[in-house]
């Protein structure tokens, strides 16, 4: 029996890939234009000229200094993160005493705590401790303020670890360490995949921290470098759109590498 076509369907298929793909079109062809060409001829027609001006002009402008910046303080970010959340999380689902349950509690709280309220205090730490206009005077409270989502996320995907593995372990006689690295972080890679995507988008896409900070050139990110395309006379906008095409790039490949683990600890697969 032949099935009839969903022509309801198709249409909104079509209608939801012009939704989103004409936005990626002006973006894309906006960085392949003159400044003349696109103030011009508007953003939406096609350009007669390409040209990859915008894309050196980026680098010339230092963005290969702030993408540079920007790669430090994310592995960082991320390092410091997978360096504490998965013995926190172990510790967390495992423990069975009061402290670890409010020090859980404690991590939570963080989640409510947005980074603006804490700025001006966060600002005279960082300046009393001499990390001020510092890469690392980033990266410590990009990496606290990820902290308390990914403990809830792993803790997450580590509660679906069965028990009765945990049991088998404990009558080899395996100790909490052995437990650790050779059952839970291999069952937890969903979960893990999932901390690493969240903290490493929130380092890359930092804006506060880094404006608040930092000011020379040499401690600079993406997110403020995209300020010099800015001018008096007006803003670049096709040399602005590529440098964010650029920037976009690495944030695409670690989605496409982990995305289907992402997707399994996002919907609380981690452990299965």
Same mark, same amino acid.
């Given at each position: 029996?032949?099935?009839?076509?969903?022509?309801?369907?198709?249409?909104?298929?079509?209608?939801?890939?012009?939704?989103?793909?004409?936005?990626?079109y002006?973006?894309?062809?906006?960085?392949?234009?003159?400044?003349?060409?696109?103030?011009?001829? *508007?953003?939406?027609?096609?350009?007669?000229?390409?040209?990859l001006?915008?894309?050196?002009?980026?680098?010339?402008? *230092?963005?290969?200094r702030?993408?540079?910046?920007t790669?430090?303080?994310?592995?960082?970010?991320? *390092?410091?993160?997978?360096?504490?959340?998965?013995?926190?999380?172990?510790?967390?689902?495992?423990?069975?005493?009061?402290?670890?349950?409010?020090?859980?509690r404690?991590?939570?709280?963080?989640?409510?705590?947005?980074?603006?309220?804490?700025?001006?205090?966060?600002?005279?730490?960082? =300046?009393?401790?001499?990390?001020?206009?510092?890469?690392?005077?980033?990266?410590?409270?990009?990496?606290?303020?990820?902290?308390?989502?990914?403990?809830?996320?792993? =803790?997450?995907?580590?509660?679906?670890?069965?028990?009765?593995?945990?049991?088998?372990?404990?009558?080899?006689?395996?100790?909490?360490?052995r437990?650790?690295?050779?059952?839970?972080?291999?069952?937890?890679?969903?979960?893990? =995949?999932?901390?690493?995507?969240? =903290?490493?988008?929130q380092?890359?896409?930092?804006?506060?921290?880094?404006?608040?900070?930092?000011?020379?050139?040499e401690?600079?990110?993406?997110?403020?470098?995209?300020?010099?395309?800015?001018?008096?006379?007006?803003i670049?906008?096709?040399?602005?759109?590529?440098a964010?095409?650029?920037?976009?790039?690495?944030?695409?490949?670690?989605?496409?590498?982990?995305?289907?683990?992402?997707?399994?600890?996002?919907?609380?697969? *981690?452990?299965?």
């Amino acid at each position: 029996m032949r099935r009839r076509p969903n022509y309801l369907a198709g249409a909104g298929s079509i209608v939801w890939l012009v939704v989103v793909g004409l936005p990626l079109y002006v973006m894309l062809a906006a960085t392949l234009r003159t400044r003349e060409d696109y103030a011009g001829k *508007g953003p939406v027609s096609f350009p007669d000229h390409f040209t990859l001006d915008n894309y050196t002009g980026a680098f010339d402008s *230092g963005f290969g200094r702030y993408f540079l910046n920007t790669i430090i303080v994310t592995v960082c970010v991320v *390092g410091v993160v997978l360096l504490l959340v998965p013995p926190l999380a172990y510790a967390i689902v495992r423990s069975r005493s009061r402290i670890a349950s409010q020090i859980f509690r404690l991590f939570l709280l963080g989640l409510a705590i947005p980074a603006q309220a804490v700025i001006v205090p966060m600002f005279y730490l960082i =300046s009393e401790a001499g990390l001020y206009d510092n890469l690392l005077g980033v990266i410590l409270p990009t990496a606290a303020f990820c902290l308390p989502m990914s403990a809830l996320i792993l =803790s997450g995907a580590m509660r679906d670890i069965s028990p009765e593995l945990f049991e088998a372990m404990t009558m080899d006689g395996a100790s909490p360490r052995r437990m650790f690295f050779q059952l839970v972080v291999p069952l937890s890679r969903g979960g893990l =995949s999932t901390i690493v995507v969240f =903290s490493a988008l929130q380092a890359w896409n930092g804006f506060l921290f880094p404006l608040v900070l930092t000011q020379s050139e040499e401690t600079k990110v993406i997110t403020l470098g995209l300020y010099n395309f800015q001018t008096a006379h007006g803003i670049d906008i096709p040399g602005l759109l590529g440098a964010v095409t650029l920037s976009m790039v690495p944030v695409l490949l670690v989605y496409l590498f982990a995305r289907r683990a992402l997707v399994q600890g996002l919907m609380g697969m *981690g452990g299965k």
